[in-house]
Structures are given as structure tokens and as C-alpha cells.
């Protein structure tokens, strides 16, 4: 079975989004849930991951958190990814 064989086909709208935290994460191990104001400001995309990132002269890990505004990417598993977020 070749690569192509095992890729799903369909089309899909892989990019880089505006976004904005709507659910933020208490820990590591959770997921995140995003708005695309572009989209539909009322339609929440559940389960984003998200990389910690290490607070400044702290090395303490920070989490995105609500009405943080993100950058988010549709990877080509459809899968959405935080890849970026402001201010936290």
C-alpha cells in the first residue's frame, strides 16, 4: 500500500486561523477549545493542542487561557493545533 493509498482524500481547509481561547487549560494534559471569530464567533472547536510555553526568569510552564487571542493551524488530519497565543 502506497502513502496516498492510506491519506483520506477528501478535501480540507489546512491553514493558519485567528482564534480566540475559549476554554482555557489547568494543566499539560488538556486540551484547549478555540473560536475562529472568522468562521462563526458562536462555533467552538474542542480538543486543540496546545505547547506549554515557560514563564520568563520562572521556567514555570503557562497555559493559554480564556479570551487569549491564539493563532491556530488545521493540520492534514483535520486536527487543530494552538500554535501561538497572546498575552498570557
Excluded: N
Excluded at 478535501?11 to 494543566?27: N, T
Excluded at 480538543?47 to 480564556?66: A, I, L, Q
Amino acid at each position: 500500500m502506497s502513502v496516498t493509498e492510506d491519506l483520506d482524500t477528501r478535501p480540507f481547509a489546512a491553514g493558519f486561523f485567528q482564534g480566540k481561547i475559549a476554554k482555557g487549560a489547568a494543566s499539560i494534559e488538556q486540551y484547549v477549545e478555540v473560536v475562529v471569530p472568522g468562521f462563526d464567533s458562536t462555533l467552538k472547536f474542542q480538543r486543540c493542542r496546545w505547547m506549554p510555553r515557560v514563564s520568563e526568569g520562572f521556567g514555570d510552564p503557562v497555559y493559554p487561557t480564556r479570551d487569549d487571542i491564539c493563532l491556530v493551524a488545521q493540520d492534514d488530519r483535520r486536527d487543530w493545533w494552538v500554535i501561538a497565543w497572546w498575552p498570557s
